[in-house]
Nanobody
Framework: VQLQASGGGFVQAGGSLRLSCAAS????????MGWFRQAPGKEREFVAS????????SYADSVKGRFTISREYAKSTVYLQMNSLKPEDTAVYYC?????????????????WGQGTQVTVSS
């Protein structure tokens, strides 16, 4: 399975972006999908994930109330709507498909990873 992330860009603080991640083939409805990010000089961190049938969304505390994850099975696509962006959200964002129905922050639970899309938020 190959994942293609898009939608990143440059935005001012307070602005919004919507990331998309399309899988090359239909992913199992039992597999969770997630978003992670990595800022320069920092380790990759969990952002959000969503379970089968769009259930069990999980968010990092730093993005709760600002980001919303969703998925569209017909298109094997997961989205990340990012509102009220802050400079500290600047990072490369990666999408991933989990090995199972697990939906959460453990990166080792994810089997397939996209190439990443850059998000830059200016102050």
């Amino acid at each position: 399975v190959q994942l293609q992330a898009s939608g990143g860009g440059f935005v001012q603080a307070g602005g919004s972006l919507r990331l998309s991640c399309a899988a090359s083939k239909r992913t199992s409805s039992n597999n969770a999908m997630g978003w992670f990010r990595q800022a320069p000089g920092k380790e990759r961190e969990f952002v959000a994930s969503i379970g089968w049938n769009g259930g069990l969304p999980s968010y990092a505390d730093s993005v709760k109330g600002r980001f919303t994850i969703s998925r569209e099975y017909a298109k094997s696509t997961v989205y990340l709507q990012m509102n009220s962006l802050k400079p500290e959200d600047t990072a490369v964002y990666y999408c991933a498909v989990a090995r199972s129905s697990y939906s959460g922050p453990d990166s080792t639970a994810y089997k397939y990873w996209g190439q990443g899309t850059q998000v830059t938020v200016s102050s």
